[in-house]
């Protein structure tokens, strides 16, 4: 049976989000991201093409590392002004009947307890439908702006990451027994207070002793996606995630990440089958390839050589505005995204400035493929088989016209190969990804606290030492 080729659209609650400068372009409708019509409609688009999701980025802060300042941001729109992503899942959800709501959530800025109700509350309105993009964050600027004086350590800021999932995998999977609501109107007793359990969480980093303030949603823990690229990160996406997203500019890039991040999921315990892995791609598809590649050429010409420069050097932590257009890339140590300076330094080739902001101008990091449905669908293809990667997280040049173009005219020629589904799955977002569900599987770290006895115990260690 011919592999299925999955995909998920890679979004943002800010105008341009990866293709910095296309805001511009007469047809692009992301500078309407403050009217939810707008998402509305987005979603329904994608739902038509089954996606499996939306996944929408975030960041708390803005890049001010090229040429030192913030200016070429603003100037650009680059992810600045930019909305908060969670209040995007209920009018999502309300627009379409089975698409997955992928929100991106920082660990380093928001307390784990608060944050554990606006995630249940997000799946309840869903009905099951959300994702939760676990990210520890790089840009100086946020931690900053939350008193943070500055971004903690890379690694540290994984290891903080790791305590903050702990805490919200007892309060959504141990805290709130099955059966704990009775909503019984005959004894009116709304919840049986002995299944509902404090957590007593203490930890180096967070101290939470007592019970969720949400009743279990159809999920509990929401689909989790990550995108760790560094030694950390992957161990992290590995021990963790469900969905993992990559850049990789190329296949062999892209391969080698894939093959190292289900062989540490297996070395976790998990199934490595059960972790859907997906490139960052940008698809421009039109009838023909000429027609294509005209279409590009197009959306190229409003890109924006300092807008995409914003992004590379906010990713890498360089400020790539000290350098000439031709000047190559160096080495050099840094605390943001590690693996983005490792990847256009790597053994691959040595990039030029210059080349690196027409890579990432239109798309970001990931490749760009133009051409018919014909073209691009044999390309998609062959990369999934050589690379054994399950789907693509597909970022937009012109909204929601990219989208456009791949749900009326890739997708058919994708399900008209057997290579692409043709219906949803029924049930929770896991449940439509995996198969099964809804709550996450025996194999994953998630299941060490559900164990009633256990959180009890916990409990009654947390009041002795409070005491
Ligand atoms: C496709 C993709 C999407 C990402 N989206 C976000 C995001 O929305 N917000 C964010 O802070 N980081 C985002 N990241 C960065 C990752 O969370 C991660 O920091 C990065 O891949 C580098 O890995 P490392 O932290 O292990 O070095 C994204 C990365 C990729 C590849």
Request: aromatic letters at 12%; one cysteine or more; proline letters at 5%.
């Amino acid at each position: 049976m011919t592999r299925h080729i999955r995909f998920n659209a890679f979004d943002m609650n800010c105008v341009g989000h990866q293709s910095p400068g296309l805001w511009a372009h007469p047809r692009d409708r992301s500078w309407t991201y403050k009217d939810l019509d707008y998402w509305q409609d987005v979603a329904r688009i994608l739902e038509r093409g089954i996606f499996d999701g939306i996944f929408i980025a975030d960041v708390i802060g803005y890049y001010d590392v090229y040429k030192g300042s913030n200016f070429h941001a603003l100037h650009q729109g680059a992810q600045i002004p930019v909305n908060d992503p969670l209040q995007l899942a209920a009018p999502i959800a309300l627009a379409t009947e089975h698409l997955g709501i992928g929100i991106t959530a920082s660990t380093s800025f928001e307390h784990p307890y608060t944050f554990a109700r606006r995630l249940s509350t997000a799946d309840h309105h869903t009905k099951g439908r959300v994702g939760w993009n676990i990210v520890t964050s790089y840009l100086e600027s946020g931690a900053k702006n939350v008193g943070q004086g500055g971004l903690k350590a890379h690694d540290n800021r994984y290891e903080i990451a790791a305590e903050y999932v702990e805490v919200l995998y007892k309060l959504f999977e141990g805290s709130w027994e099955e059966g704990a609501v009775l909503r019984d109107r005959e004894r009116r007793i709304f919840a049986d207070p002995a299944k509902v359990h404090e957590i007593g969480h203490k930890g180096p980093f967070f101290d939470v002793p007592g019970y969720h303030l949400c009743e279990p949603s159809p999920q509990r823990t929401p689909v989790l996606y990550q995108a760790g690229a560094s030694g950390p990160g992957k161990n992290f996406a590995a021990a963790h995630a469900e969905c993992v997203f990559v850049a990789a500019p190329t296949k062999s890039l892209l391969k080698a990440y894939v093959a190292d991040i289900r062989a540490r999921a297996a070395a976790a315990g998990r199934d490595p089958r059960k972790l859907y892995i997906y490139n960052l791609t940008t698809v421009i598809v039109d009838e023909t390839d000429a027609k294509a590649e005209a279409r590009f050429e197009d959306y190229r010409s409003y890109s924006s050589y300092d807008g995409s420069l914003v992004f590379l050097s906010g990713w890498s932590g360089i400020d790539f505005g000290q350098y000439a257009p031709s000047d190559l890339i160096r080495k050099v140590e840094t605390n943001a995204i590690v693996s983005m300076v490792e990847t256009f330094t790597g053994k691959d080739r040595a990039w030029t400035i210059e080349e690196l902001a027409r890579w990432g101008g239109v798309g970001g990091l990931g490749p760009v493929f133009v051409g018919s449905p014909s073209t691009v669908a044999d390309i998609l293809q062959e990369w999934q088989e050589e690379t054994d990667v399950d789907g693509f997280n597909l970022a937009y040049a012109v909204t929601p016209e990219t989208f456009e173009g791949v749900v009326d005219l890739l997708v058919p020629e994708l399900q008209k190969r057997g290579a692409y589904p043709t219906a949803y799955r029924p049930g929770t977002l896991r449940e439509k990804l995996f198969g099964e569900g809804p709550y996450l599987p025996k194999t994953h770290p998630a299941d060490l606290y559900r164990d009633i006895e256990a959180v009890k115990a916990r409990q009654a260690a947390h009041r002795e030492a409070a005491e």
